[in-house]
């Protein structure tokens, strides 16, 4: 580490503890910047596409994950390295904005780091290559609009979307039945989706999965599964038209939260007291019973004297529910979270048509499923698959294909797949380069052939000869002058992704180039690493 | 220089590493379960870790990896497939996690012959569906004929039994298993049917009863026998009636004061007793302690009271009895009460019970398990579980096939026609498939002794005729007719078997990475 001196020649020190810290420097750091980034982006390529390979992740703790996800691989990795962790976030944000092609953007993004390092290299300087993949970045997502079409779909047409999320799920493990699943996906959405507002609030689905079974079971409950049973277990099974009241306080005589004592000095108090806790119990039930409600829903325990009033006089009782799901129950049922039993009134009860338990297998899980709510507008996904892994691949699966759903409702322009919409825009953005003077014509040029890694990475993961097929199609694509010509992934035996029913939603695509421009310029601006040796 | 991108402990494995490491650490678990396969499979000793190191003697493949701590990444999605088929169908949990392996052995086969693991994938779905509906066109169903389908019943039974430590009394308890199942009446629930174990006596002393054992004591003084019992199953405090009010404590400040709150704690237990008694009962549960003042009161009534019964005890009681569990006696006249003909004491081995009999609900019955030791009685417990949950899914599906590995060499059959007729790569992935189907007759009759090559390619000559019913008879050590020697399986359990190994086989080989994070630092315990 270079050292400053003062006028008397003593050293001076700048950085605390400096001869502790190792430090790059110049292009040093940029080259190790690029590099840890471009082994995470190396990771994931592998994952890419219809044909992609999964990742089976070995967490701290011994479980054991496989996932296709690159939002989800990243996430488990536990990277340490920082400029990695910039790829986690720049996944993660990619998962958070749009959902999906979470993998898509890392790729990208290394890709775009290769062909910068090249260009440094070369001795151009990384803000004038940051500048130039800002331009080109430009030009592909204006030429992205342009080849965009719009997309018809409506509440009874339901079929396109349900294309678009199938693509989604042709590369995960689920693949075998992504036709159902793309149709669950889809429905879940429209039931509720603002279709006027083009809004669509996820957190009315409700994912929730169970072990066994088959994945051909998974289910759309159109109200919601909560995975308890009755309080009591001879309570009735199944109630119509129920009138559910939604508690929060416990069926417990009051716990006032202040200090305080009740001294028993005499028979008669003795009596009294239990005079009255008695009547607490009766109180409670009698309330709940006096409203009119047919099920209580609570979010605390229920003493055994109040379970067998409840029981007694005909209530049925769910205890323990969680509070996310006592607030979606009171969503769907349109009832209100009531605190306390003082407060209960029949204005403030929900409603659903048929409230039952259901078994499963062979071992004694029960789940009460709430349907026919009032308001409809609460759905939940119920993913049964044959071991955890499966469930848990299967439930991020149909996250993206909700997330897809629900960016074509809020946006309905689409894009090709298949990487047609890379090449596309690669030819573009290389048509562009030879008019920009200037040292950025390299940068915009390295940007065209950075757009061409996802194609490659798609060729090379389906056993194709990745520089044969990408450049024929690339020519192609000019001489048809049809941008719809992308990598035939499934062997179909045709390059045409419209005929391919291929498509990614507009969107998706404009933030993965604007996104992984962003990260790499970030990366490229970074030109001094300095980290504390390790600690001993 | 380039940084490390994990942390010190983390192991990254790539391509051919990563795919050999899982096809090495799912194979291990293979070879470890193969050889308890079939009718003449050996069994495991499994010892614990934890304080006691108690051993476990089981030939169930699901037992047996649920107590293996394994590390291997690949090993663990084998295990969870065996959990899920326990929990799912009940049986098969060993078939389906050698059949997956023989997928695998044959796959990294394929892979050494430079075929992408997504042709290997491709063919094996095609493969899957093709045997699937195969089998399923080969189907018996009985329903239509209780006689038939008991019988149909009875060998499953048998066929699930024999490989299992009950193989000795196989009949005895696959009639016990049948009719425990027939109970039902196609409810299919199998809370209804008790199994209690007791050391002592040999396993062909077990008996199915037709009515309710409870493995608790009745009161002393109080009758020992009642007829046309009227039962009050509670889950209250019987010691002393705590007050619940939060906060509530006594002080005194003078000793008789002290002996007025105990009378007055007494007399509210009498009171209890008496709301009790005014239900008009003569016989009282809980599932609490009884005290002895109590139970003296209950015992001059002259009521029967059973003390702690255990939660599920008590729950069974009331669905079998048909009564509800009351925690307050207020209003007696609308409190259900369970009934049965009779209560009475029984005695098995030096323990006695209380046993109800000609309970409300018809479909309940208890099993009772002699056997010599607890290893004996557990393994005989796990062993009845699987059969009865077998014959619950066949009650609900009644379609069976035939067992001694005539399903395999049915599917392998058409399977090898489907990769004759199947254009490209894919096509190796179906002939694969259908040579790890006939692996599994393979290894019944390496592990029965026979010589499995050449009953395999025997059996495959037969299997070449339409209609051909023949499968291995280990007993015999040749090859033998299905249909008369009464080896039948459920075809839901066999059809779940193949599609989850299918599955598991998929999901293993879609890998094409494996990182494994550092593993959790332990905190030192100082």
């Excluded at chain 1, 716990?255 to 009596?271: A, G, M, V, W, Y």
Aim: hydrophobic share 40%.
């Amino acid at each position: 580490m270079a050292l400053a001196f003062d006028e008397y020649g003593r050293p001076f020190i700048i950085l605390r503890e400096q001869e502790q810290k190792t430090r790059a420097k110049g292009l040093e750091a940029q080259k190790a910047n690029i590099m840890a980034a471009k082994s995470v982006a190396r990771i994931l390529r592998t994952s890419l596409g219809p044909k992609g390979m999964d990742k089976m992740l070995q967490s701290g703790d011994g479980d054991v994950t496989i996932s296709n996800d690159g939002a989800t691989i990243l996430e488990q990795m536990e990277v340490e390295n920082q400029i990695g962790k910039l790829m986690v976030e720049l996944s993660r944000s990619q998962d958070y904005e749009i959902g999906d092609g979470t993998t898509g953007v890392v790729v990208t993004a290394g890709a775009l780091l290769e062909q910068a390092e090249i260009l440094l290299e070369r001795g151009i300087h990384p803000i004038r290559v940051a500048e130039g993949y800002e331009q080109a970045a430009r030009i592909a997502v204006d030429h992205l609009s342009k080849i965009s079409h719009s997309f018809e779909f409506s509440s009874t047409n339901i079929q396109p979307l349900v294309q678009t999320c199938m693509t989604t799920l042709s590369s995960k493990i689920v693949n075998r039945c992504k036709a159902l699943l793309a149709e669950i996906a889809v429905k879940a959405v429209l039931a509720v989706a603002d279709l006027e507002r083009k809004d669509v609030n996820l957190d009315l689905i409700k994912v929730e999965g169970k072990v066994g079974g088959k994945l051909e079971d998974t289910e759309l409950v159109y109200g919601i599964v909560v995975d308890k049973d009755m309080s009591h277990p001879q309570m009735p099974k199944r109630i119509e038209d129920a009138k559910i009241a939604i508690l929060t306080c416990p069926f417990e005589p009051p716990k006032p939260k202040t200090k305080h004592k009740i001294d028993i000095d005499s028979t008669e108090k003795f009596e009294a007291l239990r005079e009255a806790e008695k009547k607490y119990f009766d109180e409670m039930v009698q309330k709940c019973k006096d409203v009119g409600a047919t099920l209580v829903i609570c979010q605390w325990g229920f003493d055994d004297e109040a379970n067998h009033l409840l029981m007694h006089r005909g209530l049925p009782a769910v205890r323990w529910v969680g509070g996310v799901e006592l607030e979606l129950i009171a969503i769907a049922t349109g009832g209100r979270i009531v605190p306390r039993f003082q407060e209960l009134t029949p204005e403030k009860l929900g409603r659903a048509g048929i409230v039952r338990e259901k078994s499963f297998g062979t071992t004694k899980d029960r789940m009460l499923y709430i349907e026919q709510c009032a308001n409809s507008r609460a759905v939940t996904i119920f993913i049964r698959g044959a071991s955890k892994m499966m469930v848990e691949e299967t439930k991020r699966s149909i996250h993206d294909a909700l997330c897809v759903a629900r960016n074509l409702i809020r946006d309905n322009s689409i894009v090709y797949g298949g990487g047609s919409a890379e090449i596309a825009c690669s030819i573009a953005v290389e048509a562009a380069a030879d008019r920009i003077p200037g040292v950025e014509q390299y940068a915009v040029r390295a940007f065209a052939d950075a757009l061409d890694g996802v194609p490659m990475a798609l060729a090379e993961n389906s056993g194709l000869q990745p520089i044969d097929t990408l450049t024929a199609v690339k020519a192609q694509q000019i001489k048809e002058k049809n941008p719809h010509l992308g990598i035939d992934c499934n062997d179909v035996k045709t390059n045409d992704m419209k005929e391919q029913n291929v498509f990614e939603t507009l969107i998706g695509k404009k933030q993965q180039i604007l996104l992984a421009t962003q990260v790499v310029k970030m990366i490229l601006k970074i030109d001094d690493v300095i980290t504390p040796s390790q600690y001993i | 220089m380039a940084d490390k991108l994990f942390k010190d402990d983390a192991v990254e494995e790539k391509g051919e590493r990563a795919r050999m490491a899982s096809f090495i650490g799912a194979l291990a678990i293979v070879d470890l379960l193969k050889t308890t396969l079939g009718p003449k499979g050996m069994d495991k000793i499994l010892q614990s870790t934890s304080r006691g190191h108690s051993v476990s003697v089981t030939n169930d493949g699901a037992t047996i990896l649920k107590s293996l701590h394994i590390d291997n990444p690949a090993a663990k999605v084998l295990v969870d497939i065996s959990k899920v088929q326990d929990d799912e169908v009940g049986d098969g949990t060993t078939s389906v996690v050698v059949l997956c392996g023989e997928l695998l052995r044959e796959a990294e086969k394929l892979v050494n012959l430079k075929i992408h693991p997504m042709t290997i994938i491709d063919g094996y779905r095609m493969a899957v569906e093709c045997a699937r509906s195969v089998l399923e066109k080969r189907t018996r169903d009985n329903r239509a004929d209780p006689e038939k389908f008991r019988q149909d019943l009875i060998n499953i039974a048998m066929t699930t039994l024999s490989s299992k430590i009950l193989s000795q009394e196989k009949e005895h308890f696959a009639n016990l298993a049948v009719n425990a199942v027939m109970r039902l009446k196609g409810s299919g629930n199998l809370e209804a049917i008790q199994i209690i174990k007791k050391a002592g006596g040999s396993l062909q002393d077990s008996f199915l009863d037709e009515g309710f054992i409870l493995d608790k004591k009745i009161g002393v003084g109080q009758p020992k026998s009642i007829q046309n019992a009227k039962i009050l199953v509670a889950n209250t405090a019987m010691d002393t009636d705590k007050v619940k009010i939060y906060g509530a404590r006594v002080r005194v400040d003078a000793m008789s004061k002290i002996a007025e709150i105990e009378a007055a704690e007494k007399d509210k237990m009498k009171q209890k007793v008496q709301k009790i008694l005014a239900h008009g009962i003569n016989c009282f549960v809980n599932r609490q302690l009884i005290y002895n003042f109590p139970e003296e009161l209950f015992a001059d009534a002259g009521i029967m009271a059973i003390e702690h019964a255990d939660f599920e005890g008590i729950e069974r009681l009331a669905l079998v009895t048909g009564g509800e569990i009351t925690s307050t006696f207020d209003n007696p006249e609308s409190v259900k009460l369970g009934h049965c003909d009779l209560i009475e004491e029984i005695m098995i081995g030096e323990d006695r019970l209380i046993r109800f009999s000609g309970v409300e609900m018809g479909e309940a019955c208890t099993i009772v398990l002699r056997g010599a030791s607890t290893h004996v009685l557990d393994e005989a417990e796990r062993s009845l579980h699987d059969a009865l949950c077998v014959l619950c899914q066949t009650v609900q599906d009644s379609r069976v096939v035939w067992g001694g590995g005539w399903p395999e060499l049915l599917m392998a059959r058409h399977v090898d026609e489907l990769a004759r007729k199947t254009p490209g790569k894919k096509s190796l992935a179906v002939e694969s498939f259908a040579a790890a189907l006939r692996a599994i007759p393979a290894i019944i009759a390496d592990n029965a002794g026979l010589d499995s090559a050449d009953l395999v390619s025997r059996l495959r000559a037969e299997h070449s005729k339409e209609d051909c019913m023949s499968g291995i008879d280990v007993l015999t050590g040749g090859v033998g007719d299905m249909e008369q020697l009464g080896i039948y399986e459920a075809f839901k359990v066999k059809q779940a078997v193949i599609l989850s190994a299918t599955e598991a086989a998929e999901m293993i080989l879609r890998v094409d990475e494996i990182i494994k994070c550092a593993p959790r630092k332990r905190e030192e315990r100082m």
